[in-house]
Structures are given as C-alpha cells and as structure tokens.
C-alpha cells in the first residue's frame, strides 16, 4: 500500500544486557520513540487495565448473548464477567513475568502498537521484543512492519546476574530464582530470533560487558547516517 510505514528497530539482548539504558541515549540523539515491551506489561499491571479488544470480547460476548432478553442480572452478570476476564488477564501477565516467561504476542503487540499509535512519531526502537519465533512472526504478519535492523546486545551471564541484582527496583522478577529462569528462556527461545535476524544481515552486534558511555559510541556509529 502507498501509506509510509514506520522505522523500527529491534533492540535484543539478555536480562539485564542493557537495552534500557541504552535505548534511553539513543531517544536523547536520534528522536525515537522507545517502546520497552517488557515497561508495558508492567504498566498494564499497575494499572490493572485492559488492553484493546479482550475488554470488549469479555464484555461483549455475554452482552450480545442477552441482547434483547432486557433483563438486568443478565447485564449484572456480564458486567462481572468482564471484571474477571480483566482481573484473570492481569493475574496471567504477573505470573508470566514472575516465572520469566513470555506472555502471548497478541497482548504484548496490542500493547506495542497502541503506543506506536498514541507517540505520533515515526521511528521506535522495540526493546525487549520479539522474545521468539512466535512473536517474530506475529508482529510481521498483524503490522506488516519488518525491523530496519536488530541492535544486539551481547554479554556474558555473570555480568548481566550482577547488573540485575544490584537495580534495586523493585521488580518483581528481580530474584535469583527468576534470573536463572530468564536466562534459560532468552537462551532456548530468544537467541534464536537474533541468529534468524543475522541470516538476513540484519543484525548489529554490540559488546555489552564495556561501561556504559564506551557501549553508547559502538551504538552511536551505527545510527549515524553514513555518507557515501
Ligand atoms: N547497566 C546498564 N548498562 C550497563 C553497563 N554498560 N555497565 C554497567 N551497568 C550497566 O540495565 C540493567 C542494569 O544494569 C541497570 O541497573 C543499569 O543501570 C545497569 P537495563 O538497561 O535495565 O537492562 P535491560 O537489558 O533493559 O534489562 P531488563 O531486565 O529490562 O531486561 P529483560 O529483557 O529481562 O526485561 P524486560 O523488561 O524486557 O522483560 C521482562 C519480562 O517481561 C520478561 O522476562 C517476560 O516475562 C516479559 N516480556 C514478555 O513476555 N514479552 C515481551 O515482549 C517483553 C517482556
Ligand atoms: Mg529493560
């Protein structure tokens, strides 16, 4: 179609490799957007809302089902249907972040694309997403967007378990037991989305073990427009 897609860049790398911080740099000189699919999540729960369409599914179906019936307890009875498909919604994306697993691609693209429509800018960087083949496929197949490129974030376990442990902010999944968990997942179901990626020449490896200014120059040249 004639309509100009957005710029996106997928931002990947381990629990704790420093996609935040970096993507926070990157926003300062490059004018992105930066959409962390994990801070959505955790924003939903906070905030104990819903995303999209599920709230109206939960609400709607009971409601279309006593349409014309008129009676009260029926709408009642939806109503609190609703309520608990939103509360189960919730309680599911808690646990999942809480056990490291990744929540199913059509909360967390809703998520995304809700704020791709809401930032009204035209180039994000997708950090933390997509977390395997599923969500890969997913987001191109709903948004019809494929990555400019991939910034990988490469760095060894220990250094990534000694950054986690010591943010301190409160993060539920912030714990040994579920840093172990979120390695396991990043290396069986994420890794294999960056090799994917570099099969395409897409990917942009970065040494993520360096201080944080040193990592910020590799990343600059790679955002810098080349002249040829
Ligand atoms: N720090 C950063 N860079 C440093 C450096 N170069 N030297 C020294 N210290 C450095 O950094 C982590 C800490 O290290 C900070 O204290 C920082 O100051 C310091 P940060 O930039 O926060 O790293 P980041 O890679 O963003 O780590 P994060 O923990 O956010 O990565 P995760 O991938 O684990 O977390 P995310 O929020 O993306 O996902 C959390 C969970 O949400 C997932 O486990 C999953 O359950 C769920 N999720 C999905 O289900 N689907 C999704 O699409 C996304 C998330
Ligand atoms: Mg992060």
């Not at 608990?84 to 199913?104: D, F, Y």
């Amino acid at each position: 179609d004639s309509e100009k897609k957005p710029t996106v860049v997928f931002v990947l790398g381990g629990p704790g490799s420093g996609k935040g911080t970096q993507c926070a740099n990157i926003v300062e000189h490059f004018g992105y957007t930066h959409l962390s699919a994990g801070d959505l999540l955790r924003a939903e729960i906070k905030s104990g809302s819903e995303n999209g369409n599920t709230k109206w599914e939960c609400l709607g179906l009971p409601l279309l089902k006593a349409g014309g019936v008129g009676i009260h307890s029926y709408q009642a009875l939806s109503f609190f249907i609703g309520i608990g498909c939103i509360l189960h919604l919730i309680t599911m994306i808690q646990n999942m972040i809480k056990e490291g697993k990744i929540v199913p691609s059509e909360v967390t693209i809703k998520l995304l694309q809700k704020a791709m429509q809401d930032s009204g800018n035209d180039k994000f960087l997708i950090d933390g997403f997509p977390r395997n083949e599923e969500n890969r496929a997913a987001f191109e197949a709903v948004t019809k967007i494929e990555p400019a490129f991939v910034l990988f974030f490469d760095c060894p376990e220990e250094e990534m378990e000694r950054r986690i442990l010591s943010r301190n902010q409160g993060r539920e999944d912030d714990n040994i037991e579920t840093i172990r968990k979120r390695f396991k997942v990043f290396l069986e179901s994420s890794l294999p989305v960056v090799e994917y990626y570099d099969s395409k020449g897409k990917v942009r490896k970065v040494d993520a073990a360096k201080p944080i200014d040193e990592v910020f120059e590799v990343v600059k040249a790679i955002f810098t427009p080349k002249d040829e």
